[in-house]
């Protein structure tokens, strides 16, 4: 969701004019064009969802909240095969809570596909999120 929000242009990655219209939505005027390359510069190159994500979870690191992510999908997970059905986890992101566009489950799942089943692997995105990078 935040993503979305970010890309004001819905063009799919976010710039420096989406953060510039991001910061006047939220009040802030006059944002140095300075301040925006360099928050732009911190992406190894253009941020889309995947970039996002990974920068996101690079933030987290040090907070080490996996866990409760861990936990929070292990709710849904009750065999602890550590992953869960695609579909069901549409349908909760979707209806619960801060609830997902359909564009916002379709850029997860493009970052964080399904297996051939429909099984999403949770701790591989778990993982992501918290420390910005994949298992080997």
């Known amino acids: 969701m935040a993503f979305t929000i970010m890309d ?26 300075e301040e925006l390359e360099a928050m732009v510069k911190e992406a190894p190159g253009p941020i889309n969802f995947t970039v996002f994500l ?12 996996e866990e ?4 929070a999908f292990k709710v849904f ?8 059905k695609a579909d069901f ?3 909760k992101l979707m209806t619960q809570a801060d609830r997902f566009s359909e564009e916002e489950v379709k850029q997860m ?5 399904p297996d051939v089943c429909g099984n999403l692997d949770y701790r591989n ?3 992501v999120i918290t420390h910005g990078e994949e298992k080997d």
Do not use: S, W
């Not at 004001?8 to 510039?20: M, S, T």
């Not at 219209?21 to 009040?27: E, K, P």
């Not at 799942?109 to 596909?113: G, H, Q, S, W, Y």
């Open 8 to 33: 004001q242009n819905r063009d799919g990655f976010i710039d420096k004019e989406d953060l510039r219209d991001t910061f006047a939505a939220l009040g802030r005027i006059n944002v140095k064009n």
């Open 54 to 65: 990974t920068m996101f979870g690079e933030k987290l690191k040090g907070t080490d909240p």
């Open 68 to 71: 409760t992510i861990l936990h």
């Open 77 to 84: 997970d009750t065999e602890g095969k550590g992953f869960v």
């Open 89 to 91: 986890i549409k349908e």
């Open 109 to 113: 799942f493009a970052a964080f596909p």
């Open 125 to 127: 995105l778990c993982y």
